[in-house]
């Protein structure tokens, strides 16, 4: 359990790492490296060139504003957990991305590995891409014509698969705000505390100004091939939050995926914990809308 | 194009306090720098894959797996290894840190393999938090949680944290 | 005697090395060794037709390449049958490298050396190797079809059929009042020690001898199998274990295909060679254990108390058969528990299949066994609505049927007859520690948070300690330090802790002053390995044999000295002194000086014992009979194994919608005789249990069809974190062994062995249908608890069945 050799090249800027992109035919970015490093122990994965981004600067911030919350290449995990002035903000914008990232693994890995980093490398089973389709986020790729943005719906093509093609960083994921009278709760079911989860759900619920359930939108892990975002509004639209059946939404959500069975979980199983999950974070969330909505 | 791309690099780091340098090919990652080039073979391997934890060490304080590290990807860095964590007194001995004396004291390892990586952990983890404060038993879990021991049930692990949080605790009154 | 060290929490001496990150682990040794790779065989049976290495000839760093062509003389035969039976009437082991036929995923085809692990697995990529692949079988249900075979020449996969019975079970059935017959399945796991395995070996060219170290349980046993294959006389091999980091069994056994071809090496390059294994390679081609089917039939009468017992065993014991039918033999013998059955039959059919092979893992058939027996007291309960307590009560072994004779024989070829034991005494501990009377209040406090709460029990007896021996030598030298070593091994039992507490409190010296050693043929080449919960009891009590043996000698020389008699002398503190007057003595290291007569002073010390100094002219420096030096060498050699004993319960909370399974509470009453350091052996315990709850509820080896590993990584094959192991509550009750010097017994398996069972019967309590198989997980409970034909147990009415099941 040794990787093959590869080449390697730490660039101190953007510019530099994409001049090495498309000069190294095979080059693959390196950030926390959580997933990829051992992917390249088992040599199931043997990039020519690892093109580390660690020393690129300006990659390591959390920016929060109104409008939602950008979190750079190279913040890692506990970033966004750690008791500090950026997470505080970032927590009060857009709740939902603290709360699924204490979900991932470990803390030595979540020390290393970065939120952009489980993004790019597009595991369903991943929090952060189930959290980046959920506030319908996108992120930052530069490449050597420029910067574009890339929503969530057209970055995720398959399991560990993105659309991303030739050379190219994502150099920051863009988490919306939580929209007004909003309130996210995240639950996820691992076998061990911090393995990937048999199941995990983040939702959101939005009421109207009259208190009552306006929408509810959930997205699960390790459920389907991609990411995706389900609306469940129709099982409780219009209910008062004390009154709406979650558990109608629950057996909705049930009806909408399409989950795969594995040594861990059967499809079954996955399925009846969408319902399980459902029911019991959008109670939670709920009660946290009630809450943002009478502040 | 200024950046270069390499196959071999030469790393400087320092280790438990000392600046070493090391030439190594860059697929090398931080365990095997640690243990093969500079003969601190404290580190263990266990899985190779960054789940058992036993090869964890700090960089630049913060506990991180050396098996998911790249040796290059240290160059300039702080690491601290099981090696390190004992300090020399004013006359040359060593003064174990509170969780080694915690761990013998409370029986918290048998073959030892994972050892080192639990003391480290903890230690960084107990260094980190307000040694005055009464350790909860959520931050016991959070401590060892993510390290893999397969000869001691956990139970004195544990038990070797409260321990050693106690001992800081009367060291910082 | 100041000096009482056994049976105290003595702190471990290993540890001042072991925190300070100054172990000395395999991969520790030999900086700058050259490293060894494997090619593996990608499939589970497959006719190897090529092996082109061409591709791997310009890897740089590349230095030697062997494939079984390279193999000669004894290499080339293959590998020992460590432990023939009669029973076994195929046998059949594997060769070093594959020769032909490959029949398990993982088996080594091709070994390369380089300069380092990164260059031989570059090379070992390289290579090219083609198969024509052959039928698979996988699961010990395939095999008893035998719709294929794993080896050509046995046609229906039965390598063994091992047969014991006590008398006529077929009548006994027929007139039982009661009888039940049911299937149960038992699943893969592993040892899985951290530290996987390793070897290094140092070829002297000039001495002609070969210096191995490996990390192993039995390293001169290691040594005499490295001295056949590689045709050396065993003067010039010696092997050595040095820290090694967990064992539970693998290790055992030996030798495995790298221990001789790492040495081989060595020798062929006059090189330092090593192979440290890697996560990967020991999933796929160390041992694992415990896959068993298991039909039960038994009678019973109105009182549930059983009548007769038979049991047909279907165990997988994977492509070869190295280390014989010991797990079958131990299931079928350790079956029977602390319960007195009438008349028990037991066959067991060990059985091929394209898997790695099946050796002993910490419990090594006893889990198997318990679950079979404790999940029958379970039925007979339910059958008869009485408690599950009152069952087990009601057939246990009594404290005067000791010594107990089974009419069974154990895996040491001689009888099982207990020795001693308390087992109503421990039931009612149990019951205590576990608050089972109050399993109904539980059961509501937890309905009321809406989780399902059931409790279970499982009792046990372990056979510890066979022989056919080990031994002990123990030297007090001039500077007062005191040399202890035995050739049996350490994998963090804490040997040299207990076996210094042995000595010192036979000897009468300060623990400080003795130094331990083990494993290690240069220091003590008579031995058997560490394996069977048998290091206490055999190095223990060889090592106070020994002890013992020196003080006898101690005390005659200073009789002398001190012109007493050597009855009224004691030792203490390292001080040979007359009983009851005080000044009257003299240091146990100047005994030591003395007993050695010399011409040379090499030091001050020695001048005591030069030959001008010392002055009986009546008798010749050594007298006849006698020898110099103050040491002694004995050896411990059992009549048959000592049987410790235990009970264990689990409290389970299961969630109705989820189906998660938390273990709430878990209790432990343990029998293990004599306890030399009770720390050593509650760690044991809960190292124990931590591996039953993982086997109960996280871990398998999960192969799919095509005999393919489906989870070799720690990533799927869940050994339990903290988070999964619950808190474990411990009491202790101490029957002495009658059969050894120190009336102890093994300790160091115990803990896992009830857990599957134990959990098994909490489950079923909890949710009211019926456990065949284990271990379980949420998928797999959810999966029963849909199934409508899924039996429910008589008591499952106790259970609210509209649990959020959707239909």
């Known amino acids: ?295 | 194009m200024t950046t270069s791309v390499d196959s071999e690099r030469t790393v400087t780091v320092t280790v438990n306090g000392v600046l070493r340098e090391a030439t190594v090919p860059v697929r090398r990652v931080l365990s095997d720098l640690l243990r093969e080039d500079l003969r601190l073979t404290g580190t263990h391997v266990g899985c190779a894959h960054g789940v058992c934890g036993s090869c964890t060490v700090l960089v630049d304080g913060v506990p991180v797996r050396s098996c998911l590290v790249l040796a290059v990807q240290v160059d300039g860095a702080e690491v601290t290894t099981v090696e390190g964590l004992a300090r020399e007194d004013d006359r040359g001995g060593q003064v174990l840190h509170p969780v080694q004396e915690a761990f013998r004291e409370c029986h918290a390892l048998q073959c030892g393999f994972c050892t080192p990586g639990f003391l480290v952990t903890i230690a960084a983890g107990l260094e980190a938090r307000d040694a005055t404060a009464e350790i909860t038993e959520e931050e016991v879990d959070e401590l060892v949680g993510g390290n893999l021991c397969r000869c001691t049930g956990y139970a004195n692990i544990k038990k070797a944290v409260r321990h050693a949080a106690a001992t800081m605790r009367d060291d910082a009154r | 005697m100041t000096t009482k060290l056994f049976g105290e929490p003595v702190r471990r001496r290993e540890d001042a090395r072991l925190i300070t990150g100054k172990g000395r682990y395999l991969d520790d040794l030999g900086a700058g060794a050259l490293a060894a790779a494997f090619v593996r065989s990608p499939h589970a049976h497959a006719r190897v037709t090529d092996v082109d290495v061409e591709a791997a000839l310009d890897v740089e760093g590349l230095v030697a390449i062997y494939t079984y062509e390279d193999l000669t003389g004894p290499m080339a035969e293959p590998m020992p049958v460590l432990i023939p039976h009669p029973q076994l009437h195929a046998p059949r082991t594997g060769y070093a490298l594959a020769n032909g036929v490959v029949h398990h995923v993982g088996e080594p085809v091709v070994m390369v050396v380089a300069t380092d692990r990164y260059v031989a697995e570059d090379a070992a990529d390289r290579i090219a190797v083609s198969y024509e692949e052959l039928p698979v079988v996988v699961g010990v249900d395939a095999a008893r079809e035998a719709r294929a075979t794993v080896h050509d020449d046995v046609p229906d996969n039965v390598a063994a059929r091992h047969h014991q019975e006590t008398g006529d079970v077929e009548p006994a059935l027929a007139a039982a009042p009661h009888t039940l017959s049911f299937t149960q399945y038992i699943e893969r796991s592993a040892c899985m020690p951290l530290e996987g395995k390793g070897v290094h070996a140092r070829w002297d060219a000039d001495d002609g001898s070969l210096r191995v170290h490996s990390s192993t349980q039995a390293s001169t046993s290691v040594r005499a199998a490295i001295a056949a294959k590689l045709e050396l006389s065993l003067d010039r091999v010696e092997v050595i274990a040095p820290d090694v980091g967990g064992g539970f069994g693998v290790k055992i056994v030996h030798p495995w295909p790298e221990e001789l071809l790492v040495p081989m090496a060595a020798i062929r390059l006059g090189r330092e060679v090593k192979w440290a294994e890697d996560r990967r390679e020991h999933f796929i081609s160390s041992a694992h254990e415990r896959q068993q089917r298991q039909e039960i039939t038994v009678g019973f009468d109105d009182d549930g108390r059983i009548t007769a017992l038979d049991v047909h065993v279907w165990h997988d014991n994977g492509a070869y058969t190295p280390y014989g039918i010991i797990v079958p033999i131990i299931t079928a013998t350790q079956l029977v528990g602390p319960y007195a059955i009438p008349v028990y039959r037991v066959v067991v059919e060990s059985v091929y299949t394209n898997t790695v092979i099946v050796t002993p893992y910490r419990g090594a058939g006893r889990p198997q066994g318990c679950y079979a027996m404790e999940r029958t007291m379970d039925r007979i309960a339910d059958a008869l609505g009485l408690d599950r307590a009152e069952v087990r009560r009601r057939n246990l072994i009594t404290p005067d049927q000791f010594p107990y004779d089974h009419r069974l024989t154990f895996q040491d070829g001689r009888p099982v007859i207990y020795d001693s034991g308390d087992y109503p005494g421990l039931l009612d501990k149990l019951v205590a520690l576990v608050g089972w009377d109050e399993a109904g209040a539980l059961r509501a406090d937890a309905q009321a948070r809406g989780k399902l709460l059931g409790i279970g029990m499982a009792l046990y007896v372990e056979g510890t300690g066979p022989g056919p021996y080990e031994g002990g030598h123990v030297q007090v030298l001039g500077s007062g330090k005191v040399l202890v070593s035995t050739g049996l091994t350490s994998q963090g039992q804490g040997h040299e802790t207990v076996f210094a507490q042995i000595v010192a409190s036979e000897l009468g010296v300060p623990i400080d002053d003795v130094e331990v050693h083990t494993g290690d043929t240069r220091r003590f080449g008579y031995a058997v390995g560490t394996f069977a919960s048998r290091a206490a009891v055999m190095s223990g009590n060889a090592v106070a044999l020994a002890a013992r043996g020196v003080r006898e000698k101690a005390l005659r020389i200073a009789a002398d000295v001190l012109e007493a008699d050597p009855a009224d002398l004691e030792i203490d503190e390292g001080q040979v002194q007359v009983k009851g007057t005080p000044g009257a003595s003299i240091p146990l290291r100047t005994v030591a000086v003395l007993s050695n007569p010399l011409r040379y002073a090499f030091d001050q010390a020695a001048q005591q014992a030069t030959q001008f100094v010392t002055h009986d002219d009546s008798k010749p420096p050594v007298a006849p009979g006698d020898a110099p030096g103050l040491e002694h060498r004995d050896y411990y050699s059992p009549i048959r194994s000592t049987f410790a004993s235990g009970a264990h319960a689990a409290v389970v909370e299961i969630d109705p919608r989820t189906w998660e399974i938390d273990v709430v509470r878990y209790a432990v009453v343990h029998d293990c005789g004599n306890v030399v350091n009770p720390m050593i052996v509650e760690g044991q315990v809960q190292g124990g249990v931590a591996q039953g709850v993982g086997g109960a509820l996280y871990e398998r080896m999960a192969y799919d069809g095509d005999g393919q590993l489906q989870n070799a990584s720690f990533m799927d094959f869940l050994m339990p974190y903290a988070s999964e192991v619950p808190d474990i509550a411990i009491d202790h009750q101490e029957t002495p062994s009658p059969l050894n010097p120190l009336g102890i017994k093994g300790a160091g398996e115990a803990g896992v062995i009830p857990g599957t069972a134990a959990i098994a019967s909490a489950i079923e309590d909890a949710v009211g249908r019926r456990i065949t198989s284990m271990p379980i997980s949420p998928t797999e409970l959810y999966d029963l608890m849909r199934d409508e034909t899924a039996e429910r147990t008589a008591g499952s009415q106790q259970v609210p069945l509209q649990t959020g099941v959707p239909a």
């Open chain 1, 1 to 295: 359990m040794k990787p093959a050799p590869f080449r390697y090249a730490d660039p101190r800027s953007l510019e530099e790492a994409l001049d090495v992109l498309t000069a190294e035919h095979g080059a693959k970015v390196l950030a926390g490296g959580q997933s990829l490093i051992p992917l390249l122990a088992m040599r199931l994965a043997a990039p020519a060139t690892l093109v580390d981004i660690n020393r690129v600067p300006g990659l390591d911030t959390v920016e929060t504003t109104g409008d939602g919350v950008r979190v750079g290449a190279l913040v890692r995990h506990d970033g966004l957990l750690r008791d500090s002035p950026d997470a505080t903000a970032a927590a009060r914008v857009q709740p939902l991305l603290a709360r699924a990232t204490a979900n991932v693994a470990h803390p030595a890995i979540r020390n290393r590995g970065t939120t952009v980093g489980s993004i790019a490398h597009a595991d369903p089973s991943g929090e952060m891409t189930a959290v980046l389709a959920l506030t319908g986020g996108s992120v930052t790729v530069a490449t050597p014509e420029g910067r574009s943005t890339v929503g969530w719906q057209d970055l995720f093509v398959g399991p560990l698969e993105t659309s991303l093609a030739g050379p190219a960083v994502v150099v920051d994921a863009f988490f919306p705000a939580l929209p007004a009278r909003s309130g996210t709760a995240f639950a996820e079911i691992s076998r061990r505390k911090g393995d990937y989860a048999v199941c995990g759900a983040g939702v959101v619920v939005t009421l109207d100004e009259d208190r009552r359930v306006a929408a509810v939108r959930a997205s699960y892990l390790s459920v389907g091939l991609v990411p995706e975002v389900h609306d469940l509004t129709e099982a409780v639209a219009g209910k008062p939050v004390d009154g709406a059946d979650w558990a109608a939404a629950g057996a909705l959500a049930r009806t909408l995926v399409d989950p795969d069975g594995d040594i861990h979980a059967s499809a079954d199983y996955r399925r009846l914990l969408v319902g399980v999950l459902t029911e019991r974070t959008l109670a939670e969330a709920a009660a946290e809308a009630l809450e943002r909505t009478a502040a």
